[in-house]
């Protein structure tokens, strides 16, 4: 069974902080790992990942993914309040059509 | 429409009802994605369609679970003897098509409560 999991679970910073939020899976038909913020209901796309060691970069976010290793990272420099939300983590089968999720991190960035 | 929207926003039924979610997909979008958000935990899959047919079913929990997209647009989940297990964020999506290059975008989901 395909597996994803996501660590913390939660994680409590002040403005300004670096958090590295960690994402590993066991999958049997990869394809592609994707992050996603989930502020209230709609998980929101921040990156999708399909090759090993290419750092994609956003801002203030930036994520990598090993695929010998099967993690991912999503780094978040310089938090502000407006970072505070659901992390997710889903990798993307195969056939393009099934995500499966972790868990996800919640990070509260306090003032 | 500028993006997937999905009514009711809020649905609280009782014990062995039926209800019905329905999820608007972003114009032209060929793939929609039902998944299951129970509290603390990710989405879970359900099922996906590919226009107007059911490619993959397999997340379904139960045959108490059932979802149309009779126009390959639209689409409607429907529980049937409702349970209070059920209860979670159902959360639509869509894509313009399957594959590793077609980004999935979420609604904001129906948060179903069985009483």
């Known amino acids: 069974e395909d597996k994803v999991v996501q660590s913390p679970l939660s994680l409590v910073v002040h403005e300004g902080d670096t958090v590295t939020l960690n994402c590993s899976y066991e999958?049997?038909?990869?394809?592609?790992l994707l992050w996603y913020k989930q502020e209230k209901k709609a998980p929101t796309f921040l990156f999708m990942l399909?090759?090993?060691?290419i750092e994609k970069k956003s801002g203030r976010l930036s994520s990598i993914l090993d695929k010998k290793e099967l993690f991912s990272i999503l780094n978040i420099t310089a938090t502000q309040t407006g970072d505070s939300a659901i992390y997710l983590c889903?990798?993307?089968?195969?056939?393009?059509?099934?995500?499966?999720f972790g868990g996800g991190t919640r990070l509260m960035v306090k003032p | 429409g500028a993006g997937v929207s999905q009514t009711p926003s809020n649905k609280v039924t009782e014990k062995g009802k039926y209800v019905e979610l329905r999820c608007d997909p972003i114009?032209?979008?060929?793939?929609l994605y039902w998944y299951r958000q129970s509290l603390g935990q990710g989405p879970e899959f359900l099922i996906y369609?590919?226009?107007?047919?059911?490619?993959?079913d397999s997340g379904l929990p139960n045959d108490r679970f059932f979802a149309v997209r009779p126009e390959g647009s639209v689409s409607t989940l429907k529980i049937q003897r409702t349970e209070r297990g059920d209860s979670a964020v159902y959360l639509c999506?869509?894509?313009?098509?399957?594959?590793?290059?077609?980004?999935?975008?979420f609604g904001p989901g129906t948060r179903l409560t069985v009483l």
């Open positions: 999506a869509s894509s313009r098509g399957q594959g590793a290059y077609n980004e999935q975008f």
């Open positions: 999958v049997t038909n990869f394809r592609s």
């Open positions: 399909t090759s090993s060691g």
């Open positions: 889903a990798v993307l089968n195969n056939a393009g059509n099934m995500l499966t």
């Open positions: 114009s032209g979008h060929t793939a």
């Open positions: 369609f590919q226009g107007t047919g059911a490619a993959d």
